[in-house]
T-cell receptor
Framework: QQQVKQSPQSLIVQKGGISIINCAYENTAFDYFPWYQQFPGKGPALLIAIRPDVSEKKEGRFTISFNKSAKQFSLHIMDSQPGDSATYFC?????????????FGAGTRLFVKA | DTAVSQTPKYLVTQMGNDKSIKCEQN?????MYWYKQDSKKFLKIMFSYNNKELIINETVPNRFSPKSPDKAHLNLHINSLELGDSAVYFC????????????FGSGTQLSVL
């Protein structure tokens, strides 16, 4: 019940195109949904995040769309650039006794063709 | 001025050896973690510590023992290394806020031969 399912596994997009990555969760106790970006040889870095009381959050070219009833959320990267080529992880987080727990999706490898 | 730093970056060792990975954060965060990333990039939490106290221990073999001498450091000691331990290990930290925002180190690539 704590799984986070992410798709697609990999994605190739033309420069200037829109990249879309989808995630679904099961446990309604999750109350924070971050996306992390990871470049080769580096650790994941928080990119953007959303709370379930908001349906959309936009930061620059990155937008999260959130559908609470469907328990789904997605990351849209507008005007995708070669520098966006990285692995993207969705995650779901909740607070439980003693501390938080964040569960990660399996990751999406994005390649943006110049 | 690296926020979360871990050493070494690469670790190559033989099966059966014991090794340690060190982690330090200078962000003033209360909570530190170890995550394991396998060859398919899947990220899984191993341990979390809050103010030197173990909070999460996710069914990790007891060959793995975290040690937190103070809230800025969290080391990982691994006994009797096995081939399946080969992975990238990430240290992370977060501050005590309403939501968990993780700050990761650059990882330690462990290869067990």
């Amino acid at each position: 019940q704590q799984q986070v399912k992410q798709s697609p596994q990999s994605l190739i997009v033309q420069k200037g195109g829109i990249s879309i990555i989808n995630c679904a969760y099961e446990n309604t106790a999750f109350d924070y949904f971050p996306w992390y970006q990871q470049f080769p040889g580096k650790g994941p870095a928080l990119l953007i995040a959303i709370r379930p009381d908001v349906s959309e959050k936009k930061e620059g070219r990155f937008t999260i769309s959130f559908n609470k009833s469907a328990k789904q959320f997605s990351l849209h990267i507008m005007d995708s650039q070669p520098g966006d080529s990285a692995t993207y992880f969705c995650a779901a987080s909740m607070y439980r006794t003693g501390g938080f727990k964040t569960i990660f999706g399996a990751g999406t490898r994005l390649f943006v063709k110049a | 001025d690296t926020a979360v730093s871990q050493t070494p970056k690469y670790l190559v060792t033989q099966m059966g050896n014991d090794k340690s990975i060190k982690c330090e954060q200078n962000l003033g965060h209360d909570t530190m973690y170890w995550y394991k990333q396998d060859s398919k990039k899947f990220l899984k939490i191993m341990f979390s510590y809050n103010n030197k106290e173990l909070i999460i221990n996710e069914t990790v073999p007891n060959r793995f023992s975290p040690k937190s001498p103070d809230k800025a450091h969290l080391n990982l000691h691994i006994n009797s290394l096995e081939l399946g331990d080969s992975a990238v290990y990430f240290c992370a930290s977060s501050y005590r806020g309403r939501y968990e925002k993780l700050f990761f180190g650059s990882g330690t690539q462990l290869s067990v031969l």
